[in-house]
């Protein structure tokens, strides 16, 4: 077996490194320029596949079910010719949740929430990055992923991808 990660294009929110409090981070779109490469890496995927002699009907994609990751994926899935079955959408691949901050200035964070804002921000100081899961319903992202929280999230995804 063989795995291909490959990350959204560029998003509205990197191009800008701002918006975060008026666009849910869930409904972020690509810019041009990450439709462009999106393109680029299906092209070169598909190409690494094609001298490989890679049966693509064998191929399976798992896309995060944010906006810019879905528009990434179907960009690539265009290139590689996938069925809309080689496709799965999957939540253990969404990349940060803001949960109840989503959408939220900083001041309305604390305004809203602030027994959440305030341990958001002493987490955040004393144990850096980190993602928290308040019940069931809501996550609070702290900033990101650690490297090792990135490797185990791969390898969790492997073992489901084998037996699904």
């Known amino acids: ?49 094609r001298e490989l002699e890679f049966d693509k009907s064998k191929l399976r994609m798992w896309v995060s079910p ?22 799965r959408e999957d ?24 027994a959440e804002y305030a341990k958001y921000q002493k987490d955040r100081l004393e144990k850096g990055i980190r993602l928290y899961k308040e019940g069931v319903a809501s996550k609070i992202i702290m900033s990101g992923d650690h490297g090792q929280e990135g490797y185990d999230e791969v390898n969790v995804m492997k073992e489901y991808a084998i037996n699904n």
């Not at 981070?25 to 999106?38: F, R």
């Not at 906006?67 to 080689?86: H, P, V, Y």
């Not at 253990?92 to 602030?114: R, Y």
């Open 91 to 114: 939540d253990m691949l969404t990349e940060i949740s803001f949960g109840l901050f989503d959408g939220l200035s900083k001041e309305e964070q604390q305004t809203l929430f602030p």
């Open 1 to 49: 077996m063989r795995i291909y990660l490959v990350r959204h294009g560029e998003s509205v929110l990197n191009a800008k490194e701002e918006g975060y409090d008026k666009i849910p981070d869930h409904a972020l779109k690509l810019t041009e320029k990450g439709h462009e490469q999106a393109i680029e890496a299906g092209k070169a995927l598909n190409k690494h596949l």
């Open 66 to 87: 944010y906006t810019r990751a879905r528009q990434t994926a179907e960009e690539i899935s265009n290139i590689l010719g996938l069925k809309d079955s080689q496709i």
